[in-house]
């Protein structure tokens, strides 16, 4: 288990200074001389390389999470601050076991540092995250949505193959900073298998590694079927006199729904809280009393959250659970679901035309993304598309070898206006 864990920025004015930690005092109380956490900032600032890395110590170790705050504007870059999250651990542990978890804590807390009220953001996030607990796909999905630069590199892929060095000096100029930790940023794309990578030679030159989307996804809501069909079948007897309600309150939501850029951030941000994801999860299979849930959460986790009551006020607010008071009882019932669909991304095929007609890419580079399009949709999407696999060679390959003028690719926008128009079908 984690020893403490400290959260600091540093700039040439301040220097480094700590923002917050857990437990409080953890470092008073365990003798940790602040220099060497100075010693160990300074030296990532100096080598400018964003990540996540670990240092020994005699008694303990330190993993740590560095990268440059991004702002929209600087008037001087000298002024850039510096953003880190030290994770101190027991010699005996095995902190790669945990790097992923860190890292997506380490991502979704800097982003708030710069707030005013960053100490009781800290304290309220750290008491929904656990370091040993696995991270699930949907919850990789979510932290595609709930940050801005992984939403920004999905769009760049969506248009074409990009090579590392062209994505890190996209992110330089358009985050203006001096280092990006893109590695780290890609991880839930790896993880899912959004993106595949390959090391690429062009015209000659040394092989660079090129990044290839392969396939989409978006996050959005669906009715709570489980839940649904447990008062088709009469077994829900804790909402008695008050299902017709429910009912009425599920489908009139589902009617109005529109899946937008907007909303799928929200529900990115949503679920990217890993004790909100425990209780939707807890929610999909029953329906719960208030107490009874806070039972089942601690005999399952083994911890009680000390802003559940913020949680659950949370998840109501958004639409995804609702509390009907019965008597001297609050029930609590899922409302809306949510759930991440992969879809294969067709309106890349036009997209890699244009780009090698325009000699944005190589030909060896289109050829490439084509052949592991290809091949992602033999394997995965033939069975929900049906037809012949020629056919699907024969569009893919016609794509590169085609005459005809470049159509407008439809791009990322339209194909969530046909997802939109499919949930309005389904729903």
Same mark, same amino acid.
């Given at each position: ?171 330089? +100029?358009? /985050? %203006? ?7 780290? =940023? #890609?991880?839930?794309?790896? *993880?899912?298998? @959004? &993106? $595949? ?101 601690? +005999?399952? /986790? %083994? ?7 913020? =949680? #659950?006020?949370?998840?109501? *607010?958004?639409? @995804? &659970? $609702? ?105």
């Amino acid at each position: 288990m984690a020893a403490g864990i400290a959260v600091g920025t540093w700039d040439d004015t301040v220097g480094l200074k700590i923002h917050a930690e857990y437990p409080s005092n953890f470092r008073k109380e365990q003798n940790i001389d602040d220099s060497k956490l100075l010693n160990i900032f300074n030296d990532r600032i100096v080598h400018a390389i964003a990540g996540f890395a670990v240092f020994d110590e005699s008694a303990y170790q330190i993993a740590t999470y560095y990268t440059p705050l991004m702002k929209e504007e600087y008037e001087d870059d000298e002024k850039l601050e510096h953003g880190i999250v030290f994770l101190f651990f027991e010699k005996d542990k095995k902190i790669d076991s945990i790097k992923e978890q860190f890292i997506e804590f380490s991502i979704f807390i800097l982003k708030l540092i710069n707030n005013n009220d960053f100490p009781e953001l800290f304290f309220n996030i750290i008491d929904n995250f656990s370091f040993l607990e696995p991270i699930s796909d949907e919850q990789r999905i979510a932290a595609l949505y709930n940050n801005e630069v992984r939403e920004q590199i999905l769009s760049k892929l969506a248009e074409r193959p990009w090579s590392r060095n062209e994505l890190e000096n996209w992110l330089r +100029e358009e /985050y %203006n900073v001096a280092a990006t930790d893109l590695q780290g =940023l #890609l991880v839930p794309f790896f *993880k899912t298998g @959004i &993106i $595949k990578q390959s090391y690429e030679a062009v015209k000659g030159r040394r092989k660079e590694l090129y990044y290839f989307l392969i396939k989409d996804v978006y996050l959005f809501r669906i009715p709570p079927k489980k839940i649904i069909d447990a008062f088709k079948k009469g077994k829900v007897e804790m909402l008695d006199g008050i299902e017709t309600s429910y009912y009425d309150e599920v489908k009139e939501y589902f009617e109005d729904y529109e899946l937008t850029p907007t909303e799928i951030n929200k529900l990115g941000v949503l679920l990217a809280i890993p004790n909100i994801y425990k209780i939707v999860v807890m929610l999909r299979d029953e329906i719960f009393e208030m107490d009874e849930l806070r039972i089942d959460f601690l +005999e399952k /986790y %083994n911890y009680m959250p000390s802003n559940f009551n913020y =949680l #659950l006020k949370l998840l109501e *607010k958004n639409d @995804i &659970i $609702k509390i009907y008071k019965k008597n001297t009882k609050k029930i609590i019932v899922l409302k809306s679901d949510i759930q991440f669909q992969f879809f294969f991304p067709e309106y890349l095929v036009d997209n890699i035309r244009k780009a090698w007609r325009e000699n944005i890419i190589d030909r060896n580079i289109s050829l490439k993304h084509l052949t592991l399009l290809r091949d992602e949709y033999l394997e995965n999407f033939m069975k929900f598309n049906g037809g012949p696999k020629d056919r699907a060679r024969a569009a893919l390959g016609a794509a590169l070898a085609g005459t005809d003028e470049d159509g407008i690719p439809g791009g990322r926008v339209n194909v969530l206006r046909r997802m939109e128009m499919l949930l309005r079908l389904q729903s």
